[in-house]
């Protein structure tokens, strides 16, 4: 079954560091894009960045550029979110996806990784 | 950057009933455009890509036109399970693949 299964829920304080994962199975890896998509609560979709885990050539919307790092360990076929200093604003719901080759779409989606950030 | 507006932002709408919803680009994307639906607590599910296309074990009571600026996403008979909220994407504008900001489906 191909999946991507990210890590868990995570409860921080303000200029916290995190790094949450999405670990995909039953394809090849290296062979498709992964995005990053922010819900806040609430709230609607918002694109963040897509990274290629095949040579790691990594994107970032201009809303994200400098806010996250986006970075892939193609070895254990896991996508890392990273956060240097957390920020209250940074609380939501993040989702990993993958790009359908062929095709313009995310065709399979993590089941989504809640990060809250409170004092 | 290309922005999306999904029309309306909600509607209400009973069993059976023909659902239709616009999505407009502000700027020409071809056809790179996709369509979720989401549920709450639940991961968004691809239902079309590339504007027309069925996403493989989506019902065929979804389906989706357009092309350049404007897109619909059309459920034929509303069934009990499709009540959601509903997302268009465009992917023409790399890297910056945006979401429209959702139009949410509920029972009359």
């Known amino acids: 079954e191909v999946q991507l299964v990210q890590s868990g829920a995570e409860v921080k304080k303000p200029g916290e560091s995190l790094k949450i994962s999405c670990k995909g199975s039953?394809?090849?890896?290296?062979?498709?894009?992964i995005g990053w998509v922010r819900q806040m609560p609430g709230k609607g979709l918002e694109w963040m960045g897509i990274i290629y885990p095949g040579d790691s050539d990594t994107r970032y919307s201009p809303s994200f550029q400098g806010q996250v790092t986006i970075s892939a360990d193609k070895s254990i076929s896991t996508a890392y979110l990273q956060w240097s200093s957390l920020k209250a604003s940074d609380t939501a719901m993040y989702y990993c996806a993958r790009v359908k080759i062929g095709g313009d779409a995310f065709d399979i989606w993590g089941q989504g990784t809640m990060v809250t950030v409170s004092s | 950057a290309i922005q999306l507006t999904q029309s309306p932002s909600s509607l209400s709408a009973s069993v059976g009933d023909r659902v239709t919803i616009t999505c407009r680009a502000s700027q020409g994307i071809s056809s790179a455009l996709a369509w979720y639906q989401q549920k709450p607590g639940k991961a968004p599910k691809l239902l079309i890509y590339?504007?027309?296309s069925l996403e493989s074990g989506v019902p065929s009571r979804f389906s989706g036109s357009g092309s350049g600026t404007d897109f619909t996403l059309t459920i034929s008979s509303l069934q009990p399970e499709d009540f959601a909220t509903y997302y268009c994407q465009q992917f023409n504008s790399y890297p910056l693949f945006t979401f429209g900001p959702g139009t949410k489906v509920d029972i009359k």
């Open positions: 039953g394809y090849s890896f290296t062979s498709y894009w």
């Open positions: 590339d504007a027309s």
